[in-house]
């Protein structure tokens, strides 16, 4: 790792953990689990070079899954939140087996056709309360031990999961899988020339994107003591395509401050009712105008070095 990002990352964990302390714990906990959904569709998208419009699936599939394991089967919050991974990482699996089979266009409608049977499916299941959504969702004891009823000691529950999912995204970009992964996106038959299964590679990275955004939205249902329809709708896979293209997409750093800056202009914005859309239409034209490659991506340009 550069010594820059090796400070960045220093900076931001010094700032994390200052951060409950400063604001309201639940509105840190939801930055912290949006930008680990933006970092995870990044790696899809800023990546991997494939555009899905149907992340909310994943999301919000394993929301539901493991605010069940968690009210109805009585597993831990470690083990709800697994449960509700695993289900993200299958649903990614079968959906990303059927997709990766189109491109371009066609690959984000396929994408955006499955999301909608997602949520036609949460909707409809007796074991997700329909538009009543799992409520009252029980915050349990971490390990059997720590009581998560604390808002501060669920926030670095919340902390080191995200943190740790970051550091692992970051891992797999600058792997030798993630090289591929850009030389593909880059030029997809040079790759198919080098001897590369270039199928393989938009499977495989479909499923770590889908499993990373699944891990977000089950940490949400525990913050949230709630799974509802609105985690799975078409719109919050736009939010997410939105985070990272105002952050940066392509860049590790700019999916973080893409999506802090989406969620905390919907939480101090909330007063303006309907014109908080307006609003932050307003403010994504402006920043594709000015910053054409996102906030973050245009700073990398002008030090000349990644973020």
């Known amino acids: 790792m550069p010594r820059l990002h090796k400070i960045i990352f220093a900076v931001l964990l010094l700032f994390l953990v200052a ?6 714990p639940i509105f840190a906990m939801k930055v912290m689990c949006f930008a680990l959904f933006a970092a995870a569709f990044n790696l899809l998208l800023g990546f991997g070079g494939l555009l899905s419009f149907g992340h909310a699936a994943y999301f919000g599939g394993a929301s539901y899954v493991a ?24 649903l990614g699996l079968v959906i990303g087996s059927l997709s990766i089979r189109r491109q371009g266009i066609y690959f984000a409608m396929v994408t955006l056709a499955f999301a909608q049977m997602v949520y036609f499916l949460a909707l409809q299941l007796p074991f997700t309360g329909g538009e009543d959504g799992i409520q009252s969702v029980p915050r349990g004891k971490l390990f059997g031990l720590i009581s998560l009823e604390n808002n501060i000691a669920l926030y670095f529950f919340v902390l080191a999961i995200t943190f740790g999912g970051i550091l692992f995204l970051y891992r797999i970009v600058h792997s030798p899988f993630g090289q591929v992964l850009k030389a593909i996106r880059e030029n997809e038959p040079r790759a198919i020339s080098l001897g590369y299964n270039v199928s393989r590679y938009k499977l495989i990275v479909f499923v770590l994107s889908a499993t990373f955004a699944g891990l977000a939205g089950a940490t949400k249902s525990q913050v949230f003591q709630l799974a509802s329809l609105t ?8 939010e997410v395509v939105l985070m990272t293209l105002l952050g940066g997409m392509g860049t590790i750093f700019g999916p973080l401050l893409g999506g802090a800056m989406i969620v905390t202009m919907q939480n101090y914005l909330a007063s303006f009712g309907a014109w908080v859309t307006v609003t932050q239409g307003v403010i ?12 973050i991506g245009v700073l990398s340009r002008w030090f000349k070095r990644p973020l």
């Open 19 to 24: 951060l409950p302390f400063a604001v309201y």
């Open 67 to 90: 605010a069940h394991a968690a009210k109805v089967w009585g597993l831990t919050p470690e083990l709800s939140i697994l449960a509700g991974t695993a289900a993200a990482a299958f």
């Open 231 to 238: 985690d799975v709708h078409w719109s919050m896979s736009g």
């Open 284 to 295: 994504f034209v402006l920043g594709v105008l000015l910053f054409r490659e996102g906030i």
